[in-house]
Structures are given as C-alpha cells and as structure tokens.
C-alpha cells in the first residue's frame, strides 16, 4: 500500500510539473505572440493606408483627366472659331496670303509630359496663343468690315441711270411759281416719265411716303447720319426697313407733288443739313 501510494504521489507531482511547464512555456510565447500579432496589425493597417492612396490617388487621376477632357473640348472649340474666322477672311475678302502669321506652337502638344502640371500648363499656353490669334484674326475683320461699309455706304454716284441734265442747282435761285428768291436745297434732274431712279450709296429704306410738296418720295438712310432723298417720283419701288445696294433701283421719274415738269429732285443730307449733292455726283 505504502508502494501504490508513492507511485500515485509521483504521478500527481509529474502531472502538477507538467502543467506547471506549459503555463511557464506559453508565458515564453506570449510576448511573441504579442509581437507577432503586432507586426501583422501594423502590416494591415499598412496595407489599407496603401489602398487608401492608391483609391486618391486614383480619384485625383480621375479629375485630372476629366479636367483635361474639357480643356481639351474647350480648346478644340476656339480653334474651331478662329478656323471657321480664317476661312471667312479668305472667303469675303480673297485673302488667302495676307492673313496675319499663326503663332500657335503646334509641338507643344505633341512632346512627352511628367505630370498633369505640366500638362496643364501647355494646354494654357495653346490656349493662349489661339485667343491671341482670334483677337488678331477679328479686329482684322472689323477693320476689312468697317472698311466695306465705308466704301458700299459712301455716297458717291448718279440718281439717275445713263445720267440726265440738270435742270436746276443747288442754292438761290428764281422760285418758278411765284418768281421770288428761294433756296433750292437739291439737285434737278430732268428726264423722261417713268425713267428708273437708283440709290446713289447702299442703306436702308427710312422714308417711302407722300409728301405735299415733294409728292411721292424716298429716303435712304446710310448711317452716321447721312441720308439721300428723291423726290417727285411716278412711283416708288422700295418699302421702309428695306436693304438697298447702291445702283439699286428704288424708283421711277415722275412729277408728283409741287413739281412743273418731270424731273428727279435729290438731297443728301448729313445730320439734318442739305449738302450740295453735286459734291457726291461721280466724275
């Protein structure tokens, strides 16, 4: 008895030194685990803090992209502009060798870039360069434009087609139904009934009415305040708010109003004041 009793009490301590090992053994482990654990929560969180940049950075790319997509349509439409402004030019007024030199650097878009920056900035320059270009290309067009008005508006030709005889000048003069002095505010042309009339400079149709005195009568207004009148007409064939060219036919000779025969009576007028139109009769 006393046998299996020690043999018992040697298992039992065995068993108690056992277990006394592992714990001793996994409090070993523990700061290695710990350790262990550490380094792989750190990895993950480097991991997501990767994934994080790269999802912004990807965004960023994104909205630089998108940036650059419109720059790019916004560009493509000025170049568009000043193309179609250039193709004008060439067109109304045959320039085909005069227009200004184009400045537009077209390699800028075609070398390589590090960086949407860069890139940026390029497309700033082009863009630049192509509203230079524009301005150039349309005060040349306002200058050929201003030009062509002046010369189609100037008034500088005959009321009367083939020409007539003037029957009476501008200025003083015998009034031929009562005899007494007057001031004759135009020019008279006489001619045959019915003979055509034609606007002496391009404008626009402001008056096309009967008058008491001047009978069936025509005004032109030709800007900046200058205006041609014809008066005494058999009829008029233009109506107010109507574009004339000049040399256009406008009317037919007549003696309509306060008139002792057929004949054209005609005025320019600047500002309200009658000039001597014999001033603007060509050559």
Known sequence: ?????????????????????????????????????????DARQQQWQLGHQLEQQKRHQQRELSRIGQRLGQLQAELGQVSIMGQRLVKDYDLVDELPVQRLDVNLLQRPYTGFSELHQALTQVSQQTQEYGITLAALESLLLNLHINEITQIQ???????????????????????????????????????????????VVSLSERHPAFGNMVEISHGQGWVTRYAHLDSQLVQVGERVDKG??????????????????????????QLDPARFLPN
């Open 1 to 41: 008895m006393t046998h299996t009793a020690s043999a018992i009490g040697t298992r039992a301590g065995f068993r108690l030194f056992s277990h006394r090992l592992l714990i001793a053994l996994c409090l070993l482990q523990l700061p290695l685990m710990l350790y262990l654990y550490s380094q792989w929560q």
């Open 248 to 273: 256009q036919e406008i009317a037919r000779m007549g003696r309509t109003g306060r008139a002792t025969g057929v004949h054209l009576h005609y005025e320019v007028l600047k500002g309200n004041r």
């Open 157 to 203: 030709g005959h009321p009367v087609p083939g020409y007539s005889r003037v029957s009476s000048g501008f200025g003083q003069r015998s009034d031929p139904f009562s005899g007494r002095a007057r001031w004759h505010r135009g020019l008279d042309f006489s001619g045959k009934q019915g003979q055509p009339i034609a606007a002496t400079a391009a404008g």
